[in-house]
């Protein structure tokens, strides 16, 4: 009986569910040539159906990437392509090592997860 009541209250939203959620990024290879295309792969599991916010920043500043996204209950998967910047000295960026930070963002809850890239001029 208590078991039906909660069921029937967690249904009508007068008890919130604890969402719970997992991320996991990825990029089709570790190095890039200079104004080559990324592709990222995530991969966002969700215990419930919810509308999220899906933030990426990186690559020396230049890539800032904002996306709603309805995640549904259990793996989710988000394509994100970019085309990176040029590698030169008069505004682009430095050869080298460069990070992403990738946040999924759903009320309070902030998943964050970076990695990193090569880009070769």
């Known amino acids: 009986m208590k078991r039906a009541l ?3 209250l ?3 939203g007068c008890i919130q569910q604890d969402i719970v959620l997992d991320m996991n990024v990825s990029a089709d290879k570790e190095v890039y040539r200079s104004a080559e295309t990324l592709n ?3 991969t966002i599991s969700s215990n419930s159906n919810v509308n999220a916010t899906v933030l990426m920043t990186g690559i020396s ?7 709603a996204i309805e995640l549904d209950a259990g793996n989710n998967l988000l394509f994100v392509d ?12 430095r050869p080298g090592n460069h990070d992403i930070l990738t946040k999924v963002i759903y009320g309070n809850v ?6 990193a890239v090569e ?3």
């Not at 970019?82 to 960026?93: D, E, F």
């Not at 902030?110 to 990695?115: E, F, P, R, S, W």
């Open 110 to 115: 902030t998943l964050n997860k970076t990695i």
């Open 40 to 42: 990222l792969t995530l």
């Open 10 to 12: 967690l249904l009508m």
């Open 61 to 67: 500043g230049r890539m800032n990437i904002e996306r």
């Open 82 to 93: 970019y085309k990176l910047p040029s590698c030169n000295v008069c505004g682009g960026i």
């Open 119 to 121: 880009i070769q001029q």
């Open 6 to 8: 909660l069921m029937t």
